[in-house]
Each structure stands twice: as structure tokens, then as C-alpha cells.
């Protein structure tokens, strides 16, 4: 979609940018909240790398097969939803402003 909008209206950049970044982090906060709300009942062993790094793992929530299970762990390791949030769209919105500086 981002790639579209800017092909046939680079003036739009910007807002662009903005809300892609926008709707992609509120989709992962819905994997985080998802996350949340699973119960507790036992420890795995990839998550504990997750809780290791905290919410700057969400750094890295853009990226294809891990992105989306490392927000679903985060919620269910009860990060901070503001730090989650905060670096899930820092990650993404890098990864938008790359593609969308290569297109103009």
C-alpha cells in the first residue's frame, strides 16, 4: 500500500509514512494485548530471551515471522505497553522510511 500511495503521489511522503507507521504499530499492540491476556502457566524458553532485552526487542517487530510472535511475548511477559508501543513504532517506522525513501 505504502509503495502505491507513493508511486502516484510522492507528495505524500510524510503522511504516508505516519499512517503506515500508525496502523502497523496499533496492529501489533493488538498482538500484545492478545499476548496479555494468555495465562501464565509456564515458562518457554525463547520467550525468556524476549524478557532478557525488554521492549527494545520490539525494536525488531516489522520484521516478517518474528515480528508479530515477539508481540504476542511481550504482552504475555506484561512489558510496558507504553515502552512496547514506543519501540514497536520506532522499528517500523524506520523500516516504512527506508522503503519509502528507496521509492522516491
Known amino acids: 500500500m505504502l509503495t502505491g500511495v507513493l508511486e502516484l503521489h510522492p507528495e505524500l511522503f510524510w503522511t504516508a509514512l505516519l499512517v ?3 496502523g502497523n504499530t496499533l496492529g501489533g499492540m493488538v498482538s500484545f494485548w492478545m ?5 501464565m502457566t509456564q515458562q518457554l524458553k525463547h520467550v525468556e530471551k524476549v ?9 525488531l517487530a516489522w520484521a516478517p515471522l518474528i515480528g508479530d510472535a515477539l508481540c504476542l511475548a ?11 508501543a514506543l519501540y514497536m513504532a520506532i522499528g517500523k517506522f524506520a523500516r516504512y522510511w ?3 525513501y528507496a521509492i522516491i
Open 35 to 39: 499476548g496479555w491476556l494468555l495465562p
Open 51 to 59: 524478557r532478557k532485552f525488554g521492549a527494545p526487542a520490539l525494536l
Open 98 to 100: 527506508v522503503i519509502a
Open 20 to 22: 503506515g507507521t500508525l
Open 74 to 84: 511481550a504482552g504475555w511477559l506484561r512489558l510496558n505497553p507504553w515502552q512496547a
